[in-house]
């Protein structure tokens, strides 16, 4: 219910230091697959209700919100690291190596809603 919390803080962190990381990182890849999993999460979540539009927000009590974050919004975060450092490796070896933002969005998708279903 609050897995979308540590994707949404990492992306909102690396968007703040972004300007400082050499361009050879390629960080707007790795902000494409944070940001198209937590934009494909927030409604799914909002749509089985456990969101709502009414503090405190979350359905369930805060143990189980840090639980949720912690088990499923963490491996969510390390698995699209591990997909962007292996494309970091792959781009590296080919030069011609280009991404588009919107699959990469649904590849972030993808993977976290795998991680989702996995925890």
Request: hydrophobic share 65%; aromatic share 14%; with cysteine.
């Amino acid at each position: 219910m609050a897995c979308f919390a540590a994707p949404t803080a990492a992306a909102l962190i690396i968007n703040v230091v972004k300007k400082k990381i050499p361009a050879h990182f390629h960080i707007n890849w790795l902000l494409a697959l944070l940001w198209g999993g937590v934009l494909w999460l927030i409604p799914e979540h909002i749509f089985h209700g456990e969101v709502v539009f009414y503090p405190p927000f979350f359905t369930a009590g805060f143990n189980k919100i840090i639980g949720e974050i912690l088990q499923v919004g963490i491996p969510m975060v390390l698995a699209v690291t591990i997909i962007w450092l292996v494309m970091l490796f792959i781009s590296a070896s080919y030069q011609k190596f280009r991404l588009n933002f919107v699959p990469l969005m649904v590849l972030g998708a993808v993977v976290m809603v795998l991680v989702d279903k996995t925890f």
